[in-house]
């Protein structure tokens, strides 16, 4: 589903999805399509599902215009001893 599908058939909600097409620019990720897991109106409602999520699932509000993820690369520092 088109996240412009998604806002009008959820106004003024939060939105579980997952990702089901995207393409990335430099360090963003610009989402086409999702599938809709679960909507909710109530932010505590979502931000426990927020913290429930798996991995390539998110919450995102449907005041929103567009879904655009920041891509964070971890890096890690070996230790000598």
Same mark, same amino acid.
């Given at each position: 589903?088109?996240?412009? *599908? ?5 106004? *003024?909600?939060?939105?579980?999805? *997952? ?23 109530? $932010?505590?409602?979502?931000?426990? *599902? ?5 991995? $390539? ?20 520092? $070996?230790?000598?001893?």
């Amino acid at each position: 589903m088109k996240w412009d *599908e998604v806002r009008a058939m959820y106004p *003024e909600s939060f939105v579980k999805f *997952e990702v089901l097409d995207s393409h990335v620019i430099y360090n963003k990720e610009y989402v086409d399509d999702v599938a809709v897991i679960k909507a909710m109106t109530d $932010g505590k409602a979502a931000m426990k *599902e927020f913290i429930s999520c798996k991995e $390539g699932q998110f919450v995102y509000s449907t005041k929103n215009e567009k879904v655009i993820i920041e891509l964070v690369k971890h890096f890690t520092v $070996g230790v000598v001893l």
